[in-house]
């Protein structure tokens, strides 16, 4: 404060100053270190866009006031991610609407690191920034298709563009790609892997529509800014799934696996490909703004050069010991006829497959068993069930080389069940080989009251996005709001932000889901919440929510543990920030019928973005994104 007083010719506190409470710095405020009130307190998020701290209401009536510094780019734990665009608007404009209404807006500063893939994200902060007013958070697509009417120039393409602009930034969110490895997404349930690559494809063709749409003097920016973060984001992706089902295809003897380990080693060249045509745009203009390293993560740090993921293959010349077809099914890594360490507890000598039932209420209304080769010898193959209700996508085929495979749907005609049975229909599968096996798929036909209305079990699930709420009850004004766009699925929400606002555990805004099971764990049932991976932003007040069933007792429940001592994170803190979800669980008293879930809030800042209740035991197989919603009736 002498030197500045000295160097400007002028009171210290007439001199704007900021001390940055940034990790270990933050731990010696923490411990009692303070400033005087003309300097700026500014509060840091965690590196991963979670504000670690907002001001009380003491630090509030500072005259230095108080502000924010924020990451789009960070280098650390749990991981570097530098290489594209991995943001979400909805929780940029949420942690800064916080922010706003805490009074830490003196000065925002965000770390950009490379400034090349992240334009949108700076464009909206600082937008933001200088007018708080500008945009809600239900109006953030407005902004998009402003954006790219500004920069592209065509009315009449910039919703489409404003549209990739969002769901490539939402895909990304859910795992930045540095992150992103052969297993993430399951290859097994709930279709979850095929999902996501559906969703890729679908934004690829998109763009590239976009692309031939467009006019040549744009083609240059919209390529730059749109089109190489969708392709790279989507070779990245597809890279690391085929990865997956390369290993998994090898376990099972099909020949498919090294049809996986082709297109591994061609998207991978084609990530190099698309790199060097950014490269080359304008003549260079924009050399080396893609060539961050991003495969192949050993450790927190970059790759310092980039890695394919591994990849096996299988011996094309040999035929696998039970014969040439291989049988797979959905929601198993077990293969039929022969041994496979996936098709029961032994290993050897398993029953033939089982799907997993059909009801009225499941997600989905198929199975799938797929049909395919185990070696190079040629084969066809008839399907046959053996009664009449389970109907066939397809009853006969050909395996013509070593590269295909044959997926067959099994639904179930509901009208030909009785209400309340549970039938079971058996396919016998025949190959020309001489080989057969049976597929075994139970329907079962639960019904609920006529004047129900709720979700319903399914498969000893209930999957609930939290928006899809039955009843909302808001408490002195404050009530739980949508979030769009938020989070890894559909949205998530979020008590109105009011400042300081705190409740008893069951006194605050109320969220009412009503659902109908058909199971219970002894009378019991668990109910996991995905919440955002919010710090704990007000001192003595940890972030928490609270929920009960039916009229039992709710629970308090603390997401996010305290922060460690001298500033440090939580220890749990990696795993939350690297899925970018939290998951808490709970038991609650509850017998199959109908009933209640209750999902109070506690304090403002708590975000959810869905709720999976399990009936039975082991219901919940392994996904990223958690089990599909269930039905609502």
């Known amino acids: 404060r002498e030197i500045i007083t000295s160097v400007f010719n002028k009171n210290a506190s007439e001199v704007p100053q900021v001390w940055c409470l940034y990790k270990e710095v933050q731990g010696y405020y923490e411990r009692g270190m303070r400033v005087p009130d003309d300097v700026t307190l500014l509060w840091t998020d965690d590196n991963w866009g979670n504000i670690r701290r907002l001001p009380t209401a003491e630090e509030r009536s500072r005259s230095g006031g108080s502000g924010v510094y924020y990451h789009f780019d960070y280098v650390g734990d749990p991981r570097d991610y530098k290489w594209g665009n991995s943001h979400s608007l909805s929780k940029f404009h949420h942690q800064l609407e916080l922010a706003k209404n805490y009074g830490a807006d003196r000065i925002w500063i965000v770390n950009v690191g490379d400034l090349k893939p992240h334009?949108?994200?700076?464009?909206?902060?600082?937008?933001?920034?200088?007018?708080?007013?500008?945009?809600?958070?239900?109006?953030?697509?407005?902004?998009?298709?402003?954006?790219?009417?500004?920069?592209?120039?065509?009315?009449?393409?910039?919703s489409g563009i404003a549209d990739i602009v969002k769901r490539y930034s939402l895909l990304n969110i859910r795992a930045k790609p540095e992150l992103i490895n052969s297993t993430m997404y399951s290859l097994t349930s709930y279709r979850e892997a095929e999902g996501v690559?559906?969703?890729?494809?679908?934004?690829?063709?998109?763009?590239?529509?976009?692309?031939?749409?467009?006019?040549?003097?744009?083609?240059?920016?919209?390529?730059?800014?749109?089109?190489?973060?969708?392709?790279?984001?989507?070779?990245?992706?597809?890279?690391?799934?085929?990865?997956?089902?390369?290993?998994?295809?090898?376990?099972?003897?099909?020949?498919?696996?090294?049809?996986?380990?082709?297109?591994?080693?061609?998207?991978?060249?084609?990530?190099?490909?698309?790199?060097?045509?950014?490269?080359?745009?304008?003549?260079?203009?924009?050399?080396?703004?893609?060539?961050?390293?991003?495969?192949?993560?050993?450790?927190?740090?970059?790759?310092?050069?980039?890695?394919?993921?591994s990849i096996t293959r299988v011996q094309k010349r040999q035929v696998a010991l039970p014969g040439p077809m291989r049988l797979t099914i959905e929601d198993s890594k077990g293969a039929w006829p022969g041994d496979n360490s996936n098709q029961c507890a032994q290993g050897y000598n398993c029953p033939p497959p089982t799907v997993m039932p059909l009801t009225p209420f499941s997600p989905s209304q198929s199975r799938y068993f797929e049909v395919s080769a185990g070696g190079p010898q040629a084969f066809s193959w008839t399907a046959a069930a053996n009664v009449g209700w389970l109907r066939l996508s397809q009853t006969s085929g050909n395996i013509q080389d070593a590269s295909s495979g044959q997926r067959v749907s099994m639904s179930v005609d509901w009208s030909a069940v009785a209400a309340g049975s549970a039938p079971t229909g058996v396919v016998t599968l025949k190959a020309s080989s001489g080989q057969s096996t049976t597929v075994t798929l139970v329907a079962n036909r639960t019904t609920v009251p006529s004047d129900y209305h709720g979700f319903v079990e399914s498969e000893g699930l209930v999957s609930?996005?939290?928006?899809?709420y039955s009843r909302s009850t808001a408490v002195g004004g404050v009530s739980w709001e949508v979030l769009p766009d938020y989070g890894r699925n559909l949205s998530a929400v979020s008590p109105a932000i009011q400042v300081d606002s705190r409740w008893q555990a069951g006194a605050g805004p109320l969220l009412?889901?009503?659902?109908?099971?058909?199971?219970?764990?002894?009378?019991?049932?668990?109910?996991?919440?995905?919440?955002?991976?919010?710090?704990?932003?007000?001192?003595?007040?940890?972030?928490?929510?609270?929920?009960?069933?039916?009229?039992?007792?709710?629970?308090?429940?603390?997401?996010?543990?305290?922060?460690?001592?001298?500033?440090?994170?939580?220890?749990?803190?990696?795993?939350?920030?690297?899925?970018?979800?939290?998951?808490?669980?709970?038991?609650?008293?509850?017998?199959?019928?109908k009933h209640t879930l209750k999902l109070y809030a506690t304090e403002v800042g708590f975000v959810t973005e869905k709720i999976v209740i399990e009936t039975a035991a082991g219901a919940t197989q392994y996904s990223y994104l958690g089990p599909w919603e269930s039905v609502i009736v």
């Open 119 to 158: 334009e949108i994200s700076i464009d909206f902060f600082m937008t933001y920034a200088w007018n708080t007013t500008l945009w809600t958070k239900n109006d953030l697509d407005k902004y998009r298709k402003q954006w790219a009417l500004r920069e592209f120039g065509s009315d009449s393409l910039a």
């Open 197 to 309: 690559m559906k969703e890729w494809d679908t934004l690829v063709a998109q763009s590239t529509e976009v692309t031939k749409k467009l006019s040549s003097d744009y083609y240059a920016a919209y390529f730059q800014l749109v089109h190489w973060p969708v392709i790279a984001g989507r070779t990245t992706q597809a890279m690391y799934i085929d990865a997956g089902y390369n290993q998994l295809y090898a376990s099972q003897a099909r020949s498919q696996t090294n049809v996986k380990a082709d297109s591994v080693e061609k998207l991978f060249e084609y990530d190099a490909d698309i790199r060097d045509q950014y490269h080359a745009l304008l003549n260079g203009k924009w050399n080396h703004m893609a060539s961050q390293t991003h495969l192949g993560y050993y450790y927190w740090q970059q790759p310092m050069l980039d890695t394919m993921p």
């Open 464 to 468: 609930i996005q939290t928006e899809h």
């Open 512 to 593: 009412e889901y009503d659902f109908y099971s058909f199971n219970s764990k002894g009378g019991n049932i668990t109910v996991t919440v995905y919440s955002a991976p919010t710090m704990n932003t007000y001192p003595g007040h940890p972030i928490t929510y609270a929920i009960a069933v039916d009229g039992g007792a709710p629970i308090t429940v603390q997401p996010m543990p305290a922060d460690a001592t001298n500033g440090n994170l939580p220890a749990a803190w990696k795993g939350f920030v690297a899925e970018e979800i939290v998951r808490t669980v709970t038991t609650h008293a509850a017998n199959p019928g």
